[in-house]
């Protein structure tokens, strides 16, 4: 390491916690403000996707790349570019008077907020090298995601109430410039232990691949499944995946080592957290609009309502890392399964006049499931990969996390689509529009509980210690 001479790995975790506290808060603020900014621009059901999906793009498609540039050339430079990039995104979204200029500014947003997670997450490594420890700050890393949700709702909703809804991106600019003076003083330089040269192909045919997916996913409501434009997007995201596997298994320094993917544990934590990230997105997302147009909801109740998943992510994050560095992560991941299986089942008859009690049990719920799954996630992960690799790692892990995020929100508005006609959404449709939704969330809540089964085992073990040695040997 360079920079500091004295470190202090509470004030780093801090630091670190800081930057998901300004991410994982615009994620429920941005939910809890799309109707106020469909009223205003009036915009379709499509663009509030794209509202949400334009961020989430670029964070997905650029994790992986700066997971291995903060390797290579320093990973606080690169936490400093993210939150001066996603502060920059926030000022613009603020200033926004268009949809187009709106989802634009999100996408520079998406830009920074790639730079902040996983190199956060390296960073903690390099910090807190004995395993527990590791294990117990991933742990307090994840429950400020539990403290994010529940001031996002919250401040959201106050501040549309009394001011508008530009002010929600706005408030992100005093904090990041918090974030901004503690990393200068506090954290120190770290960098993988070789550098890695860009994989421009692999990289480009990742960007094609999400982009065109998630186009097709979001426009088929307008186009039709059967459209060549949706033929074409959809047909189009699946080549460029072919590509990238191709590409990724030929180049003599890929942007993802496929080897990665020998060890189960880490396979199981991807697959995971796309299953996980999936079902929290399009659960918040598709609630938000229930409560505030279907239910008729203001801003700021429809945000209190959310509290109860707040709580549950704030209160199981913590759990769920001390009981992943004591038991491993079967235990809490099986826990996470319950959560996200039960809130759905209970949603499966959703109507206008559901009791306001089951939403919240449903929502608290979910928040458990959610606040389970991050640690376990996190430390299969990149716990049996080589530190000096720990960026990489961990950028693929939060890359499909947000991979997750993305096709949770293109999905769940594809699934619900029948509430969706030429003149606009149809409210009184939606509620009924949504159960296949949540029942889709029921069978990812079975194979999340599966997964950590099998991936937790003597077997998955044993293949990540092969994997382990066969990179350090290169």
Not at 5 to 24: E, F, K, N, Y
Not at 155 to 170: C, E, P, R, Y
Not at 196 to 204: F, N, T, V, Y
Not at 262 to 284: D, E, N
Request: charged fraction near 10%; charge should be positive; aromatic fraction near 8%.
């Amino acid at each position: 390491m360079t920079g500091s001479s004295a470190v202090h790995p509470r004030i780093v975790l801090g630091t670190c916690c800081l930057s998901l506290l300004l991410v994982m808060m615009d994620v429920t603020v941005v939910n809890v403000v799309l109707p106020s900014i469909r009223a205003e621009m009036h915009g379709s059901f499509s663009t509030l996707q794209w509202v949400v999906d334009a961020y989430t793009l670029m964070v997905a498609s650029l994790m992986l790349l700066v997971g291995s540039l903060a390797d290579r050339f320093g990973r606080r430079r690169m936490f400093l570019l993210g939150i001066g990039l996603f502060c920059g995104g926030s000022a613009l979204c603020g200033m926004a008077r268009s949809v187009d200029m709106l989802v634009l500014a999100r996408a520079v947003q998406g830009i920074g907020g790639s730079m902040l997670n996983p190199v956060a997450l390296s960073i903690l490594t390099n910090v807190y090298v004995e395993p527990r420890a590791r294990a117990q700050a991933i742990g307090i890393w994840g429950a400020t995601s539990g403290v994010a949700l529940a001031l996002g709702p919250v401040v959201g909703g106050i501040l549309v109430h009394w001011v508008g809804w530009q002010a929600v991106f706005w408030v992100n600019v005093p904090i990041g410039l918090i974030a901004i003076v503690l990393t200068l003083r506090f954290v120190p330089e770290s960098r993988g232990g070789r550098g890695r040269s860009i994989d421009a192909p692999g990289q480009l045919l990742a960007i094609v691949a999400l982009a065109m997916i998630t186009s097709g996913l979001i426009e088929a409501h307008n186009y039709g499944w059967s459209s060549p434009t949706i033929s074409g997007f959809l047909g189009f995201g699946a080549l460029s995946v072919l590509g990238f596997i191709i590409v990724e298994r030929r180049a003599a320094i890929p942007l993802i080592d496929l080897r990665f993917f020998r060890a189960w544990p880490f396979s199981g934590a991807i697959v995971t957290a796309v299953l996980a990230f999936a079902i929290f997105s399009a659960f918040l997302f598709l609630n938000t609009l229930y409560l505030q147009d279907v239910r008729g909801l203001p801003a700021l109740q429809a945000g209190l309502c959310t509290l109860p998943f707040a709580f549950g992510s704030m209160t199981c994050a913590p759990l769920s890392g001390r009981l992943t560095g004591r038991y491993g992560a079967r235990l809490p991941l099986l826990i996470s399964a319950v959560g996200f299986g039960i809130s759905a089942l209970l949603l499966t008859g959703l109507d206008a006049h559901t009791p306001l009690w089951l939403l919240l049990v449903s929502y608290g719920l979910c928040g458990c499931g959610f606040g389970m799954c991050n640690a376990p996630i996190t430390n299969s992960a990149i716990s049996g990969m080589p530190r000096t690799q720990a960026g990489v790692a961990a950028a693929i892990a939060s890359t499909s996390r947000q991979v997750g995020a993305l096709l949770g929100i293109a999905l769940g508005g594809a699934l619900s689509a029948g509430s969706v006609h030429a003149g606009g959404v149809q409210w009184d449709e939606f509620p009924q529009a949504t159960h296949v939704v949540w029942w889709c969330m029921a069978i990812a809540a079975v194979g999340i509980a599966g997964l950590g089964l099998v991936s937790t085992g003597i077997r998955a073990k044993e293949s990540a210690r092969q994997v382990a040695a066969l990179l350090d040997s290169n």
